[in-house]
């Protein structure tokens, strides 16, 4: 049975599905969510620092012509584009969360580390962040809620379907991106 997906619901699905949207909207819920909306404004204003300024850098490399898409699916283009500046953000908001004495310190520098494996991966197969990113944050979403953890997989499949429709990765590269952030989720969710 061949099941196909048209581009445009794949541009959109794969929009949606973008770690630059996709991590902090969910890690913001998340937040407000153990913390409650006071506690979880220093959080959550860094998380969407962090990524505001890569999307502002992102497009300022891609209208200066240094990157050929917004995704970054240039191999080659990712280490100093993507990899290496959230790197320095997340090392950036660890010392900010540790002197100022707010939690999510571990988990911060775990997200770190998720994003350094997959620099390294990187350097040798390309892999795709936004399935990465998709069912990491399916993986971390079950246990506090089931139903919405499942939902969040199923969507996630259809963000790694979307990358292939739109030919930005192969289904090695998804397949990839689907065992790393199912393991770093797993994970996660059992230190954390």
């Not at 929009?15 to 902090?24: A, E, I």
């Not at 350097?123 to 089931?146: D, G, N, Q």
């Amino acid at each position: 049975m061949n099941i196909t997906m048209h581009p445009r619901l794949a541009k959109f699905i794969s929009s949606v599905g973008s770690p630059v949207l996709l991590f902090p909207l969910v890690i913001s819920i998340l937040f407000i969510r153990k913390l409650g909306m006071a506690r979880a404004v220093p959080m959550v204003s860094t998380v969407c620092t962090i990524f505001a300024a890569l999307s502002l850098f992102l497009l300022i490399r891609k209208i200066r012509g240094s990157i050929t898409d917004l995704d970054v699916s240039d191999q080659k283009q990712r280490a100093a584009n993507v990899f290496l500046p959230v790197i320095v953000m997340l090392l950036l908001a660890v010392g900010y969360f540790y002197l100022t004495n707010q939690p999510f310190v571990g988990e911060t520098l775990y997200v770190g580390g998720l994003l350094g494996v997959c620099f390294a991966i990187n350097a040798v197969k390309k892999i795709s962040m936004h399935t990465v990113v998709a069912i990491y944050l399916s993986t971390i979403i079950v246990p506090i809620s089931p139903w919405l953890g499942l939902a969040s997989v199923l969507f996630s499949g259809l963000i790694a379907w979307s990358r292939i429709v739109l030919g930005r990765h192969t289904q090695d590269e998804v397949l990839l991106g689907w065992l790393v952030g199912t393991g770093f989720g797993l994970l996660h969710s059992y230190l954390f």
